[in-house]
Nanobody
Framework: QVDLVESGGGLVQSGGSLTLFCAASGSDFGINSMGWYRQAPGNERELVAVIRSDESTNYGDSVKGRFTISRGNAKNTVYLLMNSLKPEDTAVYYC?????????????????WGRGTQVTVSS
């Protein structure tokens, strides 16, 4: 089992910046990818950004050029730097990861989700 804990959400004015942080904890797990999703009221959960074990990244179209995902000094941590925030970025942001465990001669992958952190951008 892997637990994800997010921090860094809050209230910011349009055009401002916030940085979200996520840390994964557990025992003997590998990290295939970690990233962020968000969900606004009435909307489906959507990809914000992901970083993979080979350091490749992907971003949702609405955040490209404004948000940057990076890995922390500890490989089990990720940051999301959000610049030029807009009111439409208001949502609950969830840390997500795809992890792996070796067990009984095999390797098994599984997802994990954090509880979410609220980001509110005022106009």
């Amino acid at each position: 089992q892997v637990d994800l804990v997010e921090s860094g959400g809050g209230l910011v004015q349009s055009g401002g910046s916030l940085t979200l942080f996520c840390a994964a904890s557990g025992s003997d797990f590998g990290i295939n990818s970690m990233g962020w999703y968000r969900q606004a009221p009435g909307n489906e959960r959507e990809l914000v950004a992901v970083i993979r074990s080979d350091e490749s990244t992907n971003y949702g179209d609405s955040v490209k050029g404004r948000f940057t995902i990076s890995r922390g000094n500890a490989k089990n941590t990720v940051y999301l730097l959000m610049n030029s925030l807009k009111p439409e970025d208001t949502a609950v942001y969830y840390c997500n990861g795809d992890f792996s465990l070796s067990y009984a001669g095999g390797t098994y992958s599984f997802p994990a989700w954090g509880r979410g952190t609220q980001v509110t951008v005022s106009s």
